[in-house]
């Protein structure tokens, strides 16, 4: 059973930053690109980003290029976004979930639970 | 960015009838859809994926149709626990991008 656990989120000021971390288990993390989905409190879903499964192809949401960095590392089956110049509009729950299918770039597929980022002063 | 619009926003139906959810793209995205289903205070499941694949644990009575700018959901029987608000997706074009959603209520 895939298992994904967002930590690293909480309170911050805008302008300031942040870095969320994923840690994975139970499937073979290298194989698969992985995305960070967003739903801000109340609202839809916002699809952020994604990297493929050997790190080298990355590619973001209009919203938050150049501002966030998402990344990996295998060796610790864990994946992050880092999130630079916060915004108000910012504020959500960040899922990190899998990608389906190994070696590819398609339908995310299983997720974690989320973890809160609110941006506030 | 290609736009995904879902219809309708919301939908009120009773256990065992016939539900149908609808996305449009605002290009030719092939087969490139999923749908989600997501219940209160949960994080979102795939049912549906390429347009037409039954995810392995969804339930049979979800199917998806469609290509190119026309995509539909439907569950065949509702039941009580199909109560959430379901998401299309498409996965053709970077950036991904989402549906606003149909939040579904049974009667």
């Known amino acids: 059973q895939v298992h994904l656990e967002e930590s690293g989120g909480g309170v911050v000021q805008p302008g300031r930053s942040l870095r969320l971390s994923c840690a994975a288990s139970a499937f073979i993390f290298s194989n698969y690109a992985m995305h960070w989905v967003r739903q801000a409190p109340g609202k839809g879903l916002e699809w952020v980003a994604v990297v493929s499964f050997d790190g080298n192809k990355k590619y973001y949401a209009d919203a938050v290029k150049g501002r966030f960095t998402i990344s990996r590392d295998n060796s610790k089956n864990t994946l992050y976004l880092q999130m630079n110049g916060l915004r108000v509009d910012d504020t959500s729950v960040y899922y990190c979930?899998?990608?389906?299918?190994?070696?590819?770039?398609?339908?995310?597929?299983?997720w974690g639970q989320g973890t809160l980022v609110t941006v506030s002063s | 960015a290609i736009q995904m619009t879902q219809s309708p926003s919301y939908l009120s139906a009773s256990v065992g009838d016939r539900v149908t959810i609808n996305c449009r793209a605002s290009?030719?995205?092939?087969?490139?859809v999923a749908w989600y289903q997501q219940r209160p205070g949960k994080a979102p499941k795939l049912l549906i994926y390429s347009a037409s694949n039954l995810q392995n644990e969804a339930p049979r009575r979800f199917t998806g149709s469609g290509s190119g700018t026309d995509f539909t959901l439907t569950i065949s029987s509702l039941q009580p626990e199909d109560l959430a608000t379901y998401y299309c997706?498409?996965?053709?074009?970077?950036?991904?991008?989402f549906g606003q959603g149909t939040k579904l209520e049974i009667k």
């Open positions: 997706l498409q996965d053709d074009i970077y950036p991904y991008t």
């Open positions: 979930a899998t990608d389906r299918a190994p070696y590819g770039i398609g339908e995310v597929e299983h």
């Open positions: 290009q030719d995205i092939r087969s490139d």
